[in-house]
């Protein structure tokens, strides 16, 4: 089989793969590479200072030397709360999608109300910009008090940290729908529910994803935080544990984890975000 050649006008003849690679590699160079020098040159810097006498921080090569059992072993189990770090980080993400999803459906829901009404927005409103400045730990004891248990805590404070900019974002989308998209609802006379999913979700759907983006961040915030007061299995609490047995390295490595893992979540909505809306959600 002979390889097929494209034909520029006024060029020489050009083959597919070398087509392909030269894009590769310009996406490359654009796009990968970048960070890589920067993510080197932070590295180089930490490695300098971290290994001068008496630094506070080891370096990067001393932190893999001394983490190099959990890296290699993420899943390791002996009992308790003696678990690898990708259990902790399960654990943590279990967590945070039982709150998240709730804070989704409260969150959409009392956004579409502040929206359409404007007796809840000046009832409501005012209410939420007020609480929703309250940091996350701040939730803690009053969870604690109300639920007398970790758990139900945690999600709480996952809850009630994240719904905020879910409700803003939301009730900021349905306000500006376009009031030519209400008119013809009116003219085709759609019922609430077909002006629900015809309409306003469609119309909406952008300002609700950047509100979900702008939540699983605060939820991953917010678990990390709770999980050191409440203990047990957590990315959290195995934080706060390795701190108190002077394990930096341990840190360094679960906050390395902790930033892959928000990075992975804000692109996953924003990659649905950018699906159901076809384009229009910022990605």
Request: proline share 7%.
């Amino acid at each position: 089989m002979t390889a097929t050649t494209v034909v520029l006008p006024g060029g020489p003849r050009v083959k597919p793969g070398v087509t392909v690679l030269k894009a590769a590699a310009k996406g490359f160079v654009t796009h990968v590479l970048p960070p890589l020098v920067v993510l080197a040159f932070i590295l180089l810097v930490w490695q300098m200072l971290g290994s001068r006498p008496g630094a506070g921080l080891p370096p990067p090569s001393k932190v893999v030397q001394d983490t190099w059992e959990l890296i290699t072993h993420p899943f390791y189990d002996r009992g308790g709360n003696d678990v690898g770090i990708a259990w902790q980080l399960l654990a943590s993400l279990k967590r945070v999608a039982y709150g998240y999803s709730l804070a989704v459906i409260v969150g959409v829901s009392l956004g579409v109300l502040v929206g359409q009404s404007t007796w809840a927005l000046r009832g409501l409103d005012p209410l939420f910009q007020v609480l929703r400045t309250v940091p996350p730990l701040a939730w803690l004891p009053i969870s604690l008090a109300a639920f007398r248990d970790g758990q139900p805590s945690a999600l709480f404070v996952i809850f009630i940290t994240s719904i905020w900019p879910i409700i803003i974002n939301t009730s900021i989308g349905v306000r500006n729908i376009p009031q030519d998209y209400r008119n013809v609802a009116k003219v085709v006379r759609l019922n609430g529910v077909e002006y629900f999913a015809k309409i306003m979700l469609p119309a909406a759907a952008p300002f609700i994803f950047s509100g979900l983006r702008i939540g699983v961040g605060l939820s991953w915030l917010a678990i990390v935080a709770a999980e050191m007061l409440i203990g047990g299995v957590g990315i959290g609490f195995f934080i706060w544990d390795a701190w108190n047995s002077s394990r930096i390295s341990d840190i360094v490595l679960a906050l390395v984890y902790v930033g892959i893992v928000g990075f992975a979540l804000d692109r996953i909505v924003a990659y649905i975000g950018h699906k159901v809306t076809r384009g229009t959600a910022a990605s």
